[in-house]
Nanobody, 123 residues
Framework: EVQLVQSGGGLVQPGGSLKLSCAAS????????MTWVRQAPGKGLERVST????????YYADSVKGRFTISRENSKNTLWLHLNSLKTEDTAMYYC????????????????RGQGTQVTVSS
């Protein structure tokens, strides 16, 4: 069974930092590019960041570039997202997904996804 199990997140003040983790099982993790998406209240899905299979190539949304860092460790089947200099507009539910499963549709979460991690940025 394919599983993506997330941890991390929580409540943080503006300017603060958080780390999200995603532990993968049930598939060959090193064969998949991985993506973090987020959904803010009342808004569609947004691709936040993507990392390729070997962790060399990355993509960041303009809204998080320079503040978030995606990484992975294939020997541990784990994906991370480091969130720095957080802003109130980063408040959202964050999901890890396999990039191949994500169509880019702003309204549709992939069936295979992490359980979601709430990030709330508030003073």
């Amino acid at each position: 069974e394919v599983q993506l199990v997330q941890s991390g997140g929580g409540l943080v003040q503006p300017g603060g930092s958080l780390k999200l983790s995603c532990a993968a099982s049930g598939f060959t993790f090193r064969n998949y590019a991985m993506t973090w998406v987020r959904q803010a209240p009342g808004k569609g899905l947004e691709r936040v960041s993507t990392i390729n299979e070997v962790g060399v190539s990355t993509y960041y949304a303009d809204s998080v570039k320079g503040r978030f860092t995606i990484s992975r460790e294939n020997s541990k089947n784990t994906l991370w997202l480091h969130l720095n200099s957080l802003k109130t507009e980063d408040t959202a539910m964050y999901y890890c997904v396999r990039d191949a499963d994500y169509s880019g549709d702003a309204g549709r979460l992939p069936v295979i996804r992490g359980q979601g991690t709430q990030v709330t940025v508030s003073s």
